[in-house]
Nanobody, 121 residues
């Protein structure tokens, strides 16, 4: 029903900023919560942030709270993850997912292919 596609990853220096986008095809995008997850080499996929289908509720992992901001524009079928004050430990492949869960990856039904974010020291 929905196919998320991430974009905006790249290489930035510590302290810099990056904005990721998650675009989805189809008219049902607004019916899903959209979550961001990340996975670093040798580590499990971890929750980053989620926004409700209405856009009225957001939640952040403690590791990114105060630095990252999630938002959505249903008219454009796009969710954004604004990442500020980036740290080397933020380096990971970032995934966008659509579903009805919160911070648990298995609760999401549709996943993008991932986009690499690398933060240099």
């Amino acid at each position: 029903q929905v196919q998320p596609v991430e974009s905006g990853g790249g290489l930035v220096q510590a302290g810099g900023s990056l904005r990721l986008s998650c675009a989805a095809s189809g008219p049902t995008f607004s019916n899903y919560n959209i979550g961001w997850f990340r996975q670093a080499p040798g580590k499990e996929r971890e929750f980053v942030s989620v926004i409700s289908w209405t856009g009225s509720s957001t939640y952040y992992a403690d590791s990114v709270k105060g630095r990252f901001t999630i938002s959505r524009d249903n008219a454009k079928a796009t969710v954004y993850l604004q990442m500020n004050s980036l740290r080397p430990e933020d380096t990971a492949v970032y995934y966008c997912a659509a579903g009805f869960g919160l911070q648990i990856a298995s609760q999401y039904d549709y996943w993008g292919q991932g986009t690499q974010v690398t933060v240099s020291s």
